[in-house]
């Protein structure tokens, strides 16, 4: 593999056309995670919706810049609502960010999600290292929707491109580093902060921001730029241990984040596959 530091020459122009197009990005996701996120996607200039009702999902789905769709608390209504979302995101072209969380402790979220990737072949999967684990692995599970701390960087490396050839999809693999994959590269993102994961709702933000980049980018972009900007945003934010103080600093950040900052504080390498 050879490597480019720092490639972020393209923020600027992603915050300029979301600051003009308003993108409108559809989410169905958990009710712990919806403010968090509906706020995100209004601080970078996209215009939250939250439709889950099966009659509502298909028809906003239609006219959202892009989708995202969020495990992180099913029922019956909501798992009928992204279905129907996603077959209307397939007959429309609109694009999908797929967020599988707690695939790797629930075995009945992990069959839904590889069926909807298969099916559907969403623009992002987004997991953190535990829950790509298990797409790939059946024999493996953990403990609750936090990732098991005992998957490397080194093998998540080597799992995020392989599940990203399997189903021809943009893989972000959420860590302490996130992994980056796509068919041709890799990208490493180590901008971010330990609080970040003390605070609900973070990773589910991060889907939520992948989804609203993703409305004026390629998957692969989106899901790097998300990962960096919610990094530099959560370091930027980060507090002496006051965790309601961070939480409110961070969309705070998210509000106020430029592409010079984000220029300045990257730390990302993007990698060609060999």
């Known amino acids: 593999m050879s490597g480019d530091n720092k490639n972020t020459s393209g923020i600027g122009e992603l915050f300029e056309a979301l600051k003009e197009k308003r993108p409108l990005i559809h989410c169905i996701t958990n009710p712990i995670s919806i403010n968090k996120c509906a706020n995100a996607i209004l601080a970078l200039n996209g215009r939250p919706m939250m439709a889950e009702h099966p009659a509502e999902a298909p028809v906003i789905t239609k006219t959202a810049g892009a989708v995202m769709l969020n495990f992180g608390n099913l029922t019956d209504t909501r798992v009928t609502s992204m279905r129907l979302s996603l077959e209307a995101a397939k007959q429309a072209g609109v694009k999908v960010c797929l967020d599988v969380c707690g695939a790797a402790c629930l075995e009945n979220r992990r069959s839904l999600a590889l069926s909807f990737i298969k099916e ?85 933000m991060q889907g939520a921001i992948a989804a609203t980049f993703l409305s004026q980018r390629s998957g692969f972009e989106a899901a790097a730029d998300a990962a960096l900007v919610l990094g530099i945003c959560g370091e930027r934010a980060k507090t002496r241990g006051w965790l309601g103080s961070f939480d409110v600093r961070l969309i705070n950040e998210l509000s106020s984040v430029t592409p010079k900052i984000i220029r300045k504080k990257a730390d990302i390498v993007y990698l060609e596959r060999i």
């Open 120 to 204: 559907f072949s969403p623009e992002i999967v987004k997991g953190n290292y535990s829950e790509i684990m298990a797409l790939l692995r059946p024999d493996y599970s953990c403990s609750g929707v936090d990732s098991d701390g005992k998957i490397s960087e080194e093998e998540m490396m080597k799992l995020a491109p392989e599940l990203a050839d399997m189903y021809a999809v943009t893989v972000l693999a959420s860590g302490k580093t996130d992994i980056i994959a796509d068919l041709r590269r890799i990208c490493l993102v180590k901008n971010g902060t330990e609080q970040l994961s003390r605070v609900v709702g973070t990773g589910c």
